[in-house]
């Protein structure tokens, strides 16, 4: 059975940083490509990044290009979003995401390509 654990979300002030981190269990961790989604009250649940099973290949929204970086270490079997320069609107609840894939360098970017999702941790950004 495959299970996503996502945490580090906090309270943080505009133009700070903050790091989520996310696990994932039940295969072998370099099977899944993962990503990040997040979701606002009223809004769709929107793709943030993306990266490969071999991290080769990373994508991201065109809103946080140059401000967030998705990595991932397959040894360790974890998966990190770093995040700075942090605005208002990115505040929301953001869900890590696990999807099989036989493409090592494929990266999805929307929600259908991961089938098992973390319960969301909230990230919130005061101006």
């Known amino acids: 059975q495959v299970r996503v654990v996502d945490a580090g979300g906090r309270l943080v002030q505009a133009g700070g940083s903050l790091s989520l981190s996310c696990t994932a269990s039940?295969?072998?961790?370099?099977?899944?490509?993962m990503g990040w989604f997040r979701q606002s009250p009223g809004k769709e649940r929107e793709f943030v990044a993306g990266i490969s099973r071999n991290g080769k290949k990373t994508a991201y929204v065109d809103s946080v290009k140059g401000r967030f970086t998705i990595s991932r270490d397959n040894a360790k079997g974890t998966m990190h979003l770093q995040m700075h320069s942090l605005k208002p609107e990115d505040t929301a609840v953001y869900y890590c995401?696990?999807?099989?894939?036989?493409?090592?360098?494929?990266?999805?970017?929307?929600?259908?390509?991961?089938?098992?999702w973390g319960q969301g941790t909230q990230v919130t950004v005061s101006s």
């Open positions: 039940g295969r072998n961790f370099d099977a899944f490509n």
């Open positions: 995401a696990a999807g099989v894939a036989l493409n090592t360098e494929l990266v999805k970017t929307t929600d259908g390509g991961y089938g098992y």
